[in-house]
Structures are given as structure tokens and as C-alpha cells.
């Protein structure tokens, strides 16, 4: 199950990843968990994609510290939810959240089933100049196993319940 206004993202898209995870999280929860979740690792890889993006002349250099609660999002178009802004939802089913700067531009969808206990984690990328794909190049191996242990860092509530 995907969002329509995710399936017009995907077509001429440079990079899509869809991670699953099964869970009874609701979205709000699992959203301000994974977003919120940054340990040590974390920090210091932000760190360094700071570095990077100022050898990059990006606007975008600083380290965010992105702590979200349940209540703070907020699904109208245009609210920001962190770094990023809301550009369509609808409550316990969708959220697609954009972020971009002068090299690329990404999209993170979180698009709930909970008739079938799990959540779906798509990020799309578009680069927008050359160093978008320098950038991405680099990060992509990384980009990977963040991804994967935010949305396992939003699920581990729901199994310590078990």
C-alpha cells in the first residue's frame, strides 16, 4: 500500500529504499520515535555530514537535534515536523515529509497498514545538481543502516510490551 502522492514521486525518481517493519505503533508514535531517535552514532555521523556539506557549499551545514513529540505533528501541508515540511497526509494512514537543499532534494514516506501490523519506510531521492549525486554516493551506504535502526528504534516500545 503507497500514498498516491508518493507513486508521482517515485516516477524519474534517482534513489528509492522502502524498509517494512511489522508493528502496532500507531503513526504519530512511530514517527516522532524514529525521527527522535539519535544516539551517539548518530551524532557523530551528522557531524560528519556537516563536514561535508560545507566542502559542498550546501546551505544546509548544521547539526540537527530533532526531538518530536507524538502531539507536535502535525499532518496539514506545509507544517514542518523537524527539518522537514509536510507536503501531504492523512491521520494513522500517511505522512510524506520533503527536506531539500541546493544538491538534492528527499522525501520520506511513512505509510501505516494497521489492518496488517506494519509500517512501510520509503525514501526517495532527486538530485538536483551534480553534487547531489556526490553527496548521495557518499552517504548511501549509511543512509541504509540509519534508516533501518530508526524504524527499529520505533518499534522496540511496542516489543518491550510483549
Known sequence: MTAPELE???VGADHVDTKTVHTTVPLREFVAAALSWQ??????LWRAR?????ALRLRE????EMQVRPEEIKFAPG???GFFTVLAAEEDRFLLLEAGDTHLVGYLAVVAEPAAERV?????VRYRRWT?????????PF???VVRSMINAAVAPARRKV
Not at 50 to 54: P, S
Not at 61 to 64: A, D, E, K, L, Y
Not at 120 to 124: D, L
Open 8 to 10: 508521482r514521486l517515485l
Open 50 to 54: 556537516a563536514v561535508l556539506a560545507t
Open 39 to 44: 544516539p551517539v552514532w548518530i551524532r557523530l
Open 143 to 145: 543512509h541504509h543502516i
Open 132 to 140: 547531489g549525486r556526490l553527496y548521495f554516493a557518499i552517504v548511501r
Open 79 to 81: 507544517s514542518k515536523v
Open 61 to 64: 551545514t548544521h547539526v540537527p
Open 120 to 124: 512501510h519506510t520509503t525514501t526517495v
